[in-house]
Every structure is written in structure tokens, then in C-alpha cells.
């Protein structure tokens, strides 16, 4: 069973910066990949960024050069550090872990960017 928490979400102003946290239970962390997805109010939901478990990076292109997603796997957390941040960042993030032909969620953090 994976579990997966995110935090951070918060209330920000354009240009600010958040870093959001992904904790996971298990002990698969270390060798499957972690993406981050958001879903802004009548919209779908739509991918943000991913990490391999080697390290290797992707990014959405709305987001690239802005979001950076790192990962600690003492910690079994994934980061995702957002900066210049837009009020079209305005959504729920979730982070993803697939595993065994399942799709695992966190409940998700609310980021709003808002003047």
C-alpha cells in the first residue's frame, strides 16, 4: 500500500515562490518515478513535472525554467520548487506514484496566486 501527502500550498503574490512536498509511505519509493499534476477550477488536470527514480528530470512547457522537482529518497519525499510564480499557477496540486498498474494520489495542496 502507498500513501502519499502533499503540503505547502499556500496563498502567494505574482513573482513569489512555494516549495511544495510530497511525503511517501512504503518502502518503493526509491525506484519509481514521481510527477506532479494540477487541476485549476474547470479545468483538467494536467501534468507538471516528473522525476525519474534516476534523477532525470521533465517539465511541462508552461512551468519550464520556473518549477524545479527534486527528490530526497531518505526522506521518500518528492519537492517541487516554484518560483516566478503567475496566477495561471492557481490549482490543486497532486503528486503520482504508478505502481502495479495503479495510479496512487495524494489529496493535494492548494496554491493560489493572488494579489
Known amino acids: 500500500q502507498v500513501q502519499l501527502v502533499e503540503s505547502g500550498g499556500d496563498l502567494v503574490q505574482p513573482g513569489g515562490s512555494l516549495r511544495l512536498s510530497c511525503a511517501a509511505s512504503?518502502?518503493?519509493?526509491?525506484?519509481?518515478?514521481m510527477v506532479w499534476y494540477r487541476q485549476a477550477p474547470g479545468k483538467q488536470r494536467e501534468f507538471v513535472a516528473r522525476?525519474?527514480?534516476?534523477?532525470?528530470?521533465n517539465y511541462a512547457d508552461s512551468v519550464k525554467g520556473r518549477f524545479t522537482i527534486s527528490r530526497d529518497n531518505a526522506k521518500t519525499t518528492v519537492y517541487l520548487q516554484m518560483n516566478g510564480l503567475k496566477p495561471e499557477d492557481t490549482a490543486v496540486y497532486s503528486c503520482?506514484?504508478?505502481?502495479?498498474?495503479?495510479?496512487?494520489w495524494g489529496q493535494g495542496t492548494q496554491v493560489t496566486v493572488s494579489s
Open positions: 503520482n506514484l504508478f505502481y502495479r498498474n495503479r495510479d496512487y
Open positions: 522525476i525519474t527514480s534516476g534523477g532525470s528530470t
Open positions: 512504503g518502502t518503493i519509493f526509491s525506484s519509481h518515478a
